[in-house]
């Protein structure tokens, strides 16, 4: 049975950083594209980064250059770096098996003064 579980939201200032996780059972990070998405109130959801089976990452142009996507394939175990985070990061996170219909239940992170 496959499953993800996401962690490590909270609520930041901006400017500040935060890393989430996502937890995987059942399936290899390694093996399978990994890709993290982002929903906003009111909005639809949207790809953040992607990483793939062999290492390539993409990323949305308004997190290029703050976000990192990576993971670890012994904890099988995928990850997002969050640096400089913007009031306009505020969404909730959710982690996804690329190409199917896996995903989290997501993380809320929330940015604000």
């Known amino acids: 049975q496959v499953q993800l579980v996401e962690s490590g939201g909270g609520l930041v200032q901006p400017g500040e950083s935060l890393r989430l996780s996502c937890a995987a059972s059942?399936?290899?990070?390694?093996?399978?594209?990994m890709g993290w998405y982002r929903q906003a109130p009111g909005q639809q959801r949207v790809l953040v980064a992607q990483?793939?089976?062999?290492?390539?990452?993409k990323y949305a142009d308004s997190v290029k250059g703050r976000f990192t996507i990576s993971r670890d394939n012994a904890k099988n175990t995928v990850y997002l770096q969050m640096n400089s985070l913007k009031p306009e990061d505020t969404a909730d996170y959710y982690c996804?098996?690329?190409?199917?219909?896996?995903w989290g239940k997501g993380t809320l992170v929330t940015v604000s003064s």
């Open positions: 059942g399936m290899s990070v390694r093996l399978n594209s």
């Open positions: 990483i793939s089976s062999v290492g390539n990452t």
């Open positions: 996804n098996i690329v190409a199917t219909n896996y």
